[in-house]
C-alpha cells in the first residue's frame, strides 16, 4: 500500500471539503477502488432524561480499528453497481441489506489518505421503526458483528454541560473523512442548524487541546 504517505494526504486533502466528482466521471477512473459508505437517519420525539430532545437518530459505528466510521465498504463497479455493492456491505456489518437507490448518493471524492481511493456516500432516511430494527440485526444477524465491526452507535445531537453531547463525540478519532462527511450530511439535511455545527465544532477543537 502506497497510500499513507503525507505527501499523498496532502495533496488530496481539499478532498475533504470541496472537490467532489462526479459518480459517473470515477467510474471511468481507471486504477482507482471504490468504497462506499451510508447515513443512515429517522427523526425521533424521543428525550433524554425526559427533557433533552435527541431530534434525530443518526447511526454510526465503532470499527474493528477503533475510529468511528459509516457502515460500508468497498465495491468493485465491474462486478456489481455501487448501491448493490452498499447494500451487500450493509448485510455483513447490520445484518440486513438495506436498499440504497442511486437518489441517495450525496457525494464522491478522493480519500484523503489514498489518491486512488474514491469514496462514495449516500444518505438515507428511514423511520423510527425501522433504524432500531437496524439496530437490533446489527447485534443478532450482522457476520461482522464483533469482528469488523464493534457496535452501532447513536451521533449525540445534542449540547450538554463541558461540552458533553455532538462536542464530546466529534473530539474522538474518525476513519477517512467520515467526520466531514457526518458534519456536511447534518448541514445538508438540515438535521441542525449551521450555528449548531459552528458551536459544535467550535467545542470540540478546544477539548481535543
Ligand atoms: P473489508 O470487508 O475488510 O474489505 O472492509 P470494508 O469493505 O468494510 O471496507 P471499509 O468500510 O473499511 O472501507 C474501506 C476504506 O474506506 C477504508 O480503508 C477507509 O479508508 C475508507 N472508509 C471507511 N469508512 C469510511 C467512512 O465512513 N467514510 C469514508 N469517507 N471513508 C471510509
Ligand atoms: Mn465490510
Ligand atoms: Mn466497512
Ligand atoms: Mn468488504
Ligand atoms: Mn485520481
Ligand atoms: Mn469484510
Known sequence: QTCLSTAAVMATQTCVT????SKEETLSLAGHRHACHVMLYANTKAKLFGRTPI?????????FD??????????DPSAE???????RELKEEL???VPVSPEDHVVSCHA???????THFYVKKMEESEIKEVERAAVTM???????????VRVPLYFLKKGGGLP???SHSFIGNSRSQLLSALQQFSLLSQGELDEAVRQADQLRQ
Open 168 to 170: 464530546s463525540f466529534l
Open 95 to 97: 445484518g440486513v441489506a
Open 81 to 87: 453497481s455501487l448501491e448493490a455493492g452498499l447494500s
Open 66 to 75: 477503533g475510529l468511528l466510521g459509516f457502515p460500508g465498504g468497498l465495491v
Open 112 to 118: 484523503p489518505s489514498c489518491p486512488t481511493l474514491i
Open 55 to 63: 431530534k434525530h437518530i443518526v447511526l454510526m459505528q465503532m470499527r
Open 18 to 21: 470541496t472537490a467532489s466528482i
Open 142 to 152: 450482522a457476520t461482522d458483528h464483533g469482528l469488523e465491526v464493534m457496535g452501532m
